[in-house]
């Protein structure tokens, strides 16, 4: 019990004892189904929740435990090298993480690349000139509702456990910038304000927990080009699949432009911040003297003008992520409109399961590759800027 007096009274707080998590007791098919968080969803839809109705934190997620993992490692980095790396140093860290990571990515990737194929034999059977009987097309039904279920269980199980890494890796991050903090002396508290601290909570290490999933591709692009093209030689033919192809990746050099073009406006838009918050802590720390000798406006006016340079760069920023964001809605249908034309300029005629193949097939393409693969150019060079 804790003992808290205020206006000459005692309140007894009671610290119930925090519940166990049930994902570390949870089998595969609760991991898969995440049926093991159905408990606390009963309880909240029965009466509002509580905080003793909360879990407790994953052992594996607690910050004392993965920032001493990781602390051990930046030590034995520091020992080998005058100037480590901290990308190096994670990258170490959860070497065995990543290739777990890269074993499941290819796996989803493969089971959601076969979904259009799957999509295009069940659709033939409507075409009175296949000649697939009602039991062949039974089989393909089934095949497409087993794929499907792929969206519904280990698909999103294996965001979650992507998502639980950049958790992991902020977290660690987090700790080792508030233990390196702890350990500034006051010599050199002057350079290092508690605000460029905040900053980098805040924005750099939060951006490794946000940018993990988009960075996943990575790990599949090549089984996604690969089976992508692949599949859809074997289905539309050679020519209809080089022009789909080469007008859907003709999108990632322009991608990549714009991602250099954002890194290089985060590498000015971070040394604009950091003054700001400096200013401002410096601001806050003499008010008397400031308020004293009157220069408030000057001041005043030393903020607008770090913070109009910096909108402005954010603006352009923001601006750039916006056109990167359109080019995954405009790729698919300009494809689409490449693959019709070759086919009609070669004479080769579509049919319906061909136009359904190639609507989902380039659905899926336009997914993985310019959707994340995009994402990707934008915000790794991010990622290895905060942690450069």
């Known amino acids: 019990h804790y003992f808290i007096q205020s206006n000459l009274r005692v309140v007894v707080c009671s610290m119930a004892a925090e519940k166990v998590n049930p994902e570390v007791s949870a089998n ?42 990781l602390e051990q490692q930046w030590f034995q980095e520091a020992e080998k090298k005058k100037k480590p790396s901290l990308l190096f140093t994670l990258l170490k860290r959860h070497l065995f993480t990543l290739i777990w990571i890269f074993f499941l990515a290819n796996i989803e990737a493969a089971l ?20 697939m009987s009602f039991k062949t097309a039974i089989y393909w039904s089934i095949g497409l509702g087993m794929l ?8 999103s199980w ?15 991050v987090t700790g080792l910038i508030y233990r390196k903090a702890c350990r500034i002396t006051q010599s050199e508290i002057g350079d290092r304000s508690i605000g460029l601290i905040i900053n980098l909570i805040t924005n750099d290490a939060q951006r490794l927990d946000e940018y993990i999933v988009p960075s996943y ?31 859907m990746l003709l999108f990632i050099p322009l991608q990549f432009a714009i991602g250099k073009l954002i890194l290089h406006l985060r590498t000015k838009i971070a040394p604009l911040t950091d003054r700001r918050v ?6 806050v720390s003499f008010m008397k003297i400031i308020k004293m000798y009157g220069w408030e406006i000057m001041f005043r ?16 920023f923001v601006l750039m992520r916006a056109i990167n964001n359109a080019l995954l809605f405009i790729s698919p249908i300009l494809s689409l409109i490449v693959v019709i034309v070759v086919k009609r300029y070669v004479g080769e005629p579509l049919n319906t399961s061909d136009w359904f193949f190639l609507f989902c097939m380039l659905g899926m393409i336009r997914v993985l590759i310019v959707a994340f693969l995009g994402n990707t150019f934008t915000t790794v060079p991010q990622v290895i800027h905060s942690v450069g």
Not at 45 to 59: E, G, M, N, Q, S
Not at 112 to 131: I, K, Q, W
Not at 158 to 172: A, C, E, L, P, Q
Not at 220 to 226: C, F, R, S
């Open 158 to 172: 294996m965001f979650y456990r992507i998502m639980r890494f950049g958790t992991s890796i902020r977290v660690s």
């Open 278 to 283: 400096k200013i401002i802590h410096e601001i």
């Open 217 to 247: 591709v990575l790990l599949n692009i090549w089984l996604v080009i690969g089976m992508g093209f692949g599949m859809m030689y074997l289905k539309i033919g050679i020519f209809a699949t080089l022009a789909g192809f080469t007008s």
């Open 28 to 69: 595969v098919f609760s991991q898969l189904t995440f049926h093991w968080v159905n408990s606390i969803f009963s309880t909240g839809y029965k009466r509002p929740l509580t905080p003793d109705d909360v879990f407790a934190i994953d052992p594996r997620l607690q910050s004392e435990r993965l920032t001493a993992l």
């Open 112 to 131: 959601r690349l076969m979904v259009p194929y799957f999509v295009a034999e069940v659709t033939s059977y409507f075409d009175p000139t296949s000649g």
């Open 148 to 155: 499907q279920l792929n969206n519904v269980s280990f698909r």
């Open 301 to 316: 006016d030393l903020v607008d003008k770090v913070r109009q340079k910096e909108t402005k760069l954010i603006g352009t």
